[in-house]
DNA sequence: CTCATCTGAGACAGCGATGTCTCAAACCGT
DNA sequence: ACGGTTTGAGACATCGCTGTCTCAGATGAG
């Protein structure tokens, strides 16, 4: 049972229910306590370590479509083609990192808080450089469209749990409603 | 101390920290802890009274809109009016109600679940009865519509949080990217 | 003023979670 | 098979929170 492994499995046991204890989190990734502590030393440690890889993991998706990149770009076909694309990752990604989405549990890190910023920052450059190449709507500001954006994200977390989407619909369902909205046309 | 206003202070302090004790509860309320045990035996039962405080919220907005009479009218420009309204009070109420949104300390309270699944099964009929009228596009579900909604509501509650939106501004926001979404025209 | 009631401070035991430790068993490469 | 390492089970002290209780002071109606 490696490292990973373990911080792998205590994300998706807190995703299942975030007050699970560290015996809770333990059994979950199919090791002792004692074995748990043996590579986090407290539960603030492992946290952090959670909030840290979840956030490597939207950084990833942030490099993997290039988004500075495309964004100076004013390719509107490439802004719009990587907007979908970034969604659709995050999508897939809200299952196994989507309770550090809701959950503040790493609220009050300076650390953490500040490369939040950072990365919805690089994410918020990409819907301003849409609404500059008229891809998205220029009448709210950019910032806004990140927050309905992760709005969304939670939603389709949500819908999943409910059985209320099949999850190979969720993605396509985000994007559509992230751009069309719900209207009719 | 009225037992509302310390339910109000409750829920007050436990949106702005969730992890909050009842010390912290009764400090912010400006009471004693003996006095808030009198008021609420237990912090289950303090829980389950704020939980049941936001659903007789959320039922009276539905209430407030006649949501069934104007879903049964078919009438496409009620049913739009009635909801914006609904959006727009919904946000007015994300503010105070809005960590019974996203923190699920109600789960496993087979009680409670059962009323927000009927409360959120008025408020998809009214979707749906939207879809009839041809104001929300008819080739997603009601149900997940009903889903982005609830999760406009998380982004606008972050986004004023973070102060990147005007709390005057935050409802028109809102009805306008779930209606028309973020794409520009 | 007086008495009944309500309140806050504090003490207290109980509980679950945390973090440390020990030890025997399981596991490894050799 | 062997010796070193890792592991899980469990014991243990500690901590913070909860829920109960007491008591002295504040409050308020008469």
């Given at each position: 049972m490696n490292r990973e492994e373990i911080l792998a499995a205590a994300q998706r046991q807190l995703n299942h229910d975030p007050r699970s204890s560290l015996a809770d989190i333990a059994t979950a990734a199919g090791i002792g306590r004692a074995t748990l502590h043996r590579h986090f030393a407290s539960r603030e440690t492992l946290l952090e370590e959670i909030g840290t890889r979840s956030q490597d993991r939207w950084e990833q998706r942030l490099d993997d479509v290039d988004v500075e990149v495309v964004a100076a770009s004013g390719d509107a076909a490439a802004i719009e083609a990587a907007l979908r694309d970034l969604l659709a990752a995050f999508v897939e990604d809200a299952d196994d990192f989507g309770f550090s989405l809701t959950d503040s549990?790493?609220?009050?890190e300076p650390e953490h808080v500040e490369r939040t910023e950072r990365l919805f920052a690089r994410e918020v450059a990409l819907y301003a450089a849409a609404q500059e190449a008229g891809v998205l709507r220029g009448d709210v500001s950019a910032r806004w469209l990140g927050h309905a954006a992760y709005g969304l994200l939670v939603a389709a977390r949500e819908a999943i749990r409910a059985g209320d989407v099949p999850r190979r619909d969720v993605a396509e369902l985000v994007i559509t409603t992230y751009l069309r909205g719900g209207q009719s046309r």
């Open positions: 549990f790493i609220a009050g």
